[in-house]
């Protein structure tokens, strides 16, 4: 069963701790996930959607209105239009842990960042699990049906549960089209920023350009007629929102001069590929930004699969010697991995070199293909799925 994985933290959690936060973007199923969990977890379940008006009405005393669900489990939908509940929450988990229950008080669904909703870090420090829900990953759908698996089709159409399951490519074009123009003119306005659809989707769109590169944001800003400033509030929007994934340099001990600015990915390649008007896999297989697409496709599989054990970033000098990602491991381990699209992968002396520089003890090429074979000075070519059952297994 897709997802299984994450199922059975979420019981864990619940069963663990008072307050559980289930994060994610816009409909990649966390309701649908957090109704399979209530059904098990052994003690009745409630929910309420603060997006309904009738529902955030509730909450004008929200501390008399909570204490009616003592003893039981209440799930609370897009909680971050509510960021005055924290300070409530801390209090009746603490009064019921006095009383004897320990866990299983609330699990919130929310659509922004961990980052975003500080009110929780700060109130509920030692009260909550924080857990992720992201777009289908391939390694899940892989232990799905292993033999119906296509990574073409994940990479092509992105991991949205509408948009990969879609019945055919019209289908799912048109779900990642309304998508992005529900996320401009609805989503993120609802959720507080205010950013003017149309400035919004064409930050979207010539950020997809930059997609696998580190973002030049005051040549953005020119574009768009605003500030450096105003642009990287964009950028945060979209990160916070989960749409974008900033990946950090690399700050080892090296006496090299290294890059200094995050390399910038579109979180899902399906909606990457629908900024950029690429309607079908053979023009996406034709256009220049193809490498860059895979890199991406691949960077947040293994992104995702990694433990909260793991550090990652990307390694890069001013002389372009580069990894496109560094992997610090639990055991002090460091991997150098290089993504490449061809079957037949090659490597420049950079690479080699930047193994060097960072004490990298393992060197991976992930490639599109599935066989696993050496290449020289210690390099290892290897598929996508089982590098991340790899990682997975590692810890």
């Given at each position: 069963?897709?997802?299984?994985?994450?199922?059975?933290?979420?019981?864990?959690?619940?069963?663990?701790?008072?307050?559980?936060?289930?994060?994610?973007?816009?409909?990649?199923?966390?309701?649908?996930?957090?109704?399979?969990v209530?059904?098990?977890v052994g003690?009745?379940?409630?929910?309420?959607?603060?997006?309904?008006d009738?529902?955030?009405?509730?909450?004008?005393?929200?501390?008399?209105?909570l204490?009616?669900?003592?003893?039981?489990?209440?799930?609370?939908?897009?909680v971050q239009?509510?960021?005055?509940?924290?300070?409530?929450?801390?209090?009746?988990?603490?009064?019921?842990?006095?009383?004897?229950?320990k866990?299983?008080?609330?699990?919130?669904?929310?659509?922004?960042?961990?980052?975003?909703?500080?009110q929780?870090?700060?109130?509920?420090?030692?009260?909550?699990?924080?857990?992720?829900?992201?777009?289908?990953?391939?390694?899940?759908?892989?232990e799905?049906d292993?033999l119906g698996?296509?990574?073409?089709?994940?990479?092509?159409?992105?991991?949205?549960?509408?948009?990969?399951l879609?019945a055919?490519?019209?289908?799912?074009?048109?779900?990642?089209?309304?998508?992005?123009?529900?996320?401009?003119?609805r989503?993120?306005?609802?959720?507080?920023p205010?950013?003017?659809?149309?400035?919004?989707?064409?930050?979207?769109?010539?950020?997809?350009?930059?997609?696998?590169?580190?973002?030049?944001?005051?040549?953005?800003?020119?574009?768009?007629?605003?500030?450096?400033?105003?642009v990287?509030?964009?950028?945060?929007?979209?990160?916070d929102?989960?749409?974008?994934?900033?990946?950090?340099?690399?700050y080892?001990?090296?006496?090299?001069?290294?890059?200094?600015?995050?390399?910038?990915?579109?979180r899902?390649t399906?909606i990457?590929?629908?900024?950029?008007?690429?309607?079908?896999?053979e023009?996406?297989?034709?256009?220049p930004?193809?490498?860059?697409?895979?890199?991406?496709f691949v960077?947040e599989?293994?992104?995702?699969?990694?433990?909260?054990k793991?550090?990652?970033?990307?390694?890069r000098?001013?002389?372009?010697?580069?990894?496109?990602?560094?992997?610090?491991?639990?055991?002090?381990?460091?991997?150098?991995?290089?993504?490449k699209?061809?079957t037949?992968?090659?490597?420049?002396r950079?690479?080699?070199?930047?193994?060097?520089?960072?004490?990298?003890?393992?060197?991976f090429?992930?490639?599109?293909?599935?066989?696993?074979?050496p290449?020289?000075?210690?390099?290892?070519?290897?598929?996508?799925i089982?590098?991340?059952?790899?990682?997975?297994?590692?810890?």
């Open positions: 069963m897709i997802l299984r994985a994450l199922k059975s933290r979420l019981f864990q959690a619940i069963g663990q701790m008072p307050v559980v936060a289930l994060l994610g973007p816009r409909q990649v199923g966390k309701t649908t996930l957090a109704m399979a209530a059904e098990e003690k009745q379940a409630s929910y309420i959607d603060l997006e309904l009738s529902d955030l009405n509730k909450l004008q005393d929200a501390e008399s209105y204490k009616r669900f003592e003893g039981k489990l209440l799930i609370i939908d897009e239009r509510k960021p005055d509940l924290f300070p409530v929450l801390r209090s009746l988990v603490d009064g019921r842990k006095r009383a004897g229950e866990a299983g008080h609330f699990l919130l669904l929310g659509s922004a960042s961990r980052d975003l909703l500080q929780s870090s700060e109130t509920l420090a030692g009260r909550i699990r924080y857990l992720e829900l992201s777009p289908f990953s391939a390694l899940e759908i892989y799905n292993p698996y296509n990574h073409d089709k994940l990479w092509f159409r992105g991991g949205f549960p509408d948009s990969y879609a055919g490519e019209d289908e799912s074009w048109d779900w990642r089209n309304d998508f992005i123009a529900t996320y401009v003119e989503d993120i306005p609802l959720m507080g205010q950013v003017a659809a149309m400035r919004m989707k064409k930050f979207w769109t010539m950020l997809a350009h930059y997609h696998g590169q580190q973002v030049v944001l005051s040549e953005i800003g020119k574009s768009l007629e605003v500030s450096h400033t105003t990287r509030s964009y950028l945060d929007i979209l990160t929102f989960y749409m974008v994934r900033q990946v950090q340099p690399w080892g001990n090296t006496k090299k001069r290294l890059t200094k600015t995050p390399k910038i990915y579109l899902d399906g990457l590929h629908s900024l950029l008007q690429i309607s079908g896999f023009s996406l297989l034709g256009n930004i193809v490498g860059a697409s895979w890199e991406g960077a599989n293994i992104i995702r699969q990694l433990s909260s793991w550090r990652y970033s990307y390694y000098t001013s002389n372009q010697v580069e990894i496109d990602l560094v992997l610090e491991g639990p055991r002090d381990e460091i991997w150098a991995v290089e993504i699209k061809s037949s992968p090659a490597l420049k950079g690479f080699y070199d930047a193994c060097e520089d960072i004490r990298a003890k393992k060197r090429v992930v490639y599109s293909g599935s066989e696993r074979f290449m020289t000075r210690g390099v290892e070519a290897i598929g996508l089982e590098f991340l059952a790899m990682v997975r297994d590692f810890g």
